[in-house]
């Protein structure tokens, strides 16, 4: 069974500050690595695609990767209260997405 | 530039009805998987159309169904619906050649009296 795995939480960070999202999976053989933002009530939205070891950054988000870890984290800089959202992690693997629970990042004012 | 979408937008049907939920995909996209995600859950993988083929399906019964017309847009169909197939189903649309990055609609929220 494939499986991704992420805290659900709730992380709670202050406005300004890094917020830090982490991910593991099973499948070795994925190649393609998403970061989706939910609002409550609404659709995934997709803030950060990777597909190679490193870091890959846009904007305020850094995307990394580290497939001999099989991990995968999200950093969000400068923290805004916009932010609070479900942070969705999702693993590729043959056509399909598998999808982690999701964590819950509330930015506090 | 139109993004994918999904109608209806929420639905009301009996235990052992049948629904059918539409969407149509982002513009330029060929590829329609569908999702179902149940509250406080990950979307779960129903299936992926492509070239009006099913060509990978999850862990569901055979009462989810669908398909794909020549203009990639798609249908999921349910029978015999149960108390637990409520749940958000969402449709997310993709272009074959680049990566799969996958985009979803606004979703489908179903409620099964």
């Known amino acids: 069974q494939k499986e991704v795995e992420q805290n659900s939480g709730p992380l709670s960070v202050p406005e300004g500050a890094i917020a830090s999202l982490n991910c593991t999976y099973s499948d070795r053989g994925s190649q393609s690595f998403f970061w989706y933002r939910q609002y409550s009530g609404k659709s995934p939205e997709l803030i950060m695609s990777?597909?190679s070891n490193g870091d890959k950054e846009d904007g305020r988000f850094t995307a990394q990767l580290n497939k001999a870890s099989q991990y995968v984290s999200l950093l969000i800089r400068d923290s805004q209260p916009s932010d609070s959202a479900t942070y969705l992690c999702a693993v590729k693997s043959n056509y399909q997405l598998i999808w982690g629970a999701g964590t819950k990042l509330i930015i506090k004012p | 530039d139109a993004g994918v979408t999904q109608s209806p937008t929420h639905l009301i049907k009996t235990r052992g009805q049948q629904v059918t939920l539409r969407c149509s995909p982002k513009?330029?996209?060929?590829?329609v998987s569908w999702y179902q995600q149940a509250l406080g859950q990950g979307p779960q993988f129903i299936f992926q159309?492509?070239?009006?083929?099913?060509?990978q399906r999850g862990n569901f019964p055979d009462r989810f169904s669908g398909h794909q017309f020549p203009n990639y847009s798609s249908e999921l169909n349910v029978n015999a619906l149960l108390l637990g197939d409520s749940a958000l189903y969402l449709c997310?649309?993709?272009?074959?050649?680049?990566?799969?990055?996958?985009?979803f609609g606004p979703g489908t929220r179903l409620t099964v009296t």
């Open positions: 990777i597909y």
């Open positions: 159309y492509y070239e009006e083929e099913e060509r």
């Open positions: 997310a649309s993709s272009w074959e050649g680049y990566r799969n990055e996958q985009y």
């Open positions: 513009s330029g996209h060929d590829t």
